[in-house]
């Protein structure tokens, strides 16, 4: 296995003799599952993008953006971030030998991304205030300060990110939609681009939270709200080019409630063994309630790891079940788990 710069780096602004800082991201499974098709009417599988290093696809920019930043001589990398930008900035500058600082909105990311962040020795900083506001404090330091922005503002995040694209089209051949979740817009944003550059045009359907849905508003959403975390944003940098993505390959930007989001996200783990975070499950969820036109081969990015949201998790899972140290009740408690 390689990483993802090595593996495309005749499409990617790289040269030979470039520095890369790689975890071996990318060549994510891409998982067919058979129950979701059968609910759909349609083929569907699943990228596993949680599978990257720090557990999301943000691992495929970050391999990009810091061996620039690298290239570029920066000495401290920063970003605003809802969780999973800031745990692999953490862990790519831990990697480079290089300082990594990450603002954070105050209460509202997940313990494993916060857990992540520290551990790599990231100075977190928690701010009184959301992700956009975060973003746009950050970009003014970075305009007065030697400091690198790694944001999906930098263009080398997009470029990693269309990797996945390569690798879907590597994989199905053609493929007719895609499903993906939307926060800052980046993500569907390199997507379109990769499969541009492959001649590809697949319908983009991308899925924001009911509460943070600005696309979908068509306007900026002051305080967005959605137990989503990593897509709780208001105002999307890449705003204009994802809705050209969506207009150009025909395909749609729609809003999930929260309730729709959680369930999707508990029936893929029961459904089809696949336990990726909140945010990711929008992809399904939009799927599920919007459908993807007539595409009979549909691809669903699921972004991020479920092992990121364990509160989460244990609030929408079912209960342990408390036994005795007895051979009676030890069996009546594993027999149980047929009923
Ligand atoms: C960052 C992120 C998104 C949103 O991607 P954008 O590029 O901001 O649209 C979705 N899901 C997860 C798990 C993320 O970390």
């Known amino acids: 296995m390689t990483g993802l710069i090595e593996r495309y780096r005749d499409r990617l602004p790289f040269a030979d003799d470039d520095p890369v800082v790689s975890l071996q991201e990318g060549s994510t499974p891409l998982v067919h599952a058979p129950r979701l098709s059968e609910r759909v009417g349609a083929e569907v599988w699943l990228k596993i993008e949680g599978a990257n290093p ?15 930043a690298v290239r570029n001589g920066a000495e401290v990398v920063v970003c605003a971030s809802t969780g999973n930008t800031a745990a692999s900035l953490a862990a790519y500058a831990a990697r480079a030998g290089i300082g990594g600082a990450v603002l954070v909105p105050e209460g509202k990311i997940a313990t494993g991304k916060l857990a992540q962040s ?23 330091v970075c305009d007065r300060q030697p400091v690198a922005l790694v944001n999906s503002v930098n263009p080398f995040r ?38 541009q550059e492959l001649g590809h045009a697949p319908a983009c359907f991308g899925f924001q939270a009911a509460g943070a849905a600005p696309l979908v508003a068509g306007h900026p959403i002051e305080k967005p709200e959605t137990v989503a975390s990593a897509i709780r944003i208001g105002n999307p940098a890449r705003w204009e080019e994802a809705m050209n993505a969506f207009t150009a390959s025909r395909g749609q930007v729609r809003a999930v ?21 909140p945010a990711s499950a929008a992809s399904v969820a939009g799927l599920l309630v919007h459908g993807a036109g007539e595409a009979r081969r549909i691809a669903c990015v699921l972004t991020g790891n479920g092992i990121k949201d364990p509160q989460t998790a244990l609030e929408q899972a079912g209960a342990v079940v408390p036994c005795e140290p007895v051979l009676g009740a030890v069996e009546d408690a594993i027999l149980g788990a047929a009923a």
């Open 257 to 277: 409630t929260d309730a729709q989001i959680l369930d999707a996200y508990r029936w893929l783990a029961r459904n089809e063994g696949v336990f990726c975070e």
């Open 118 to 140: 520290l551990m790599h020795g990231a100075r977190v900083i928690s701010l009184r205030g959301n992700f956009d506001e975060a973003l746009a404090l950050v970009r003014q």
């Open 54 to 68: 720090t557990g999301s696809f943000k691992d495929r920019g970050m391999t990009c953006a810091v061996s620039d």
């Open 158 to 195: 997009l470029e990693g990110q269309k990797t996945a694209a390569f690798e879907l089209v590597e994989e199905l051949g053609e493929l007719d939609a895609l499903c993906i979740p939307v926060g800052n817009a980046g993500n569907v944003t390199a997507y379109w681009k990769g499969f």
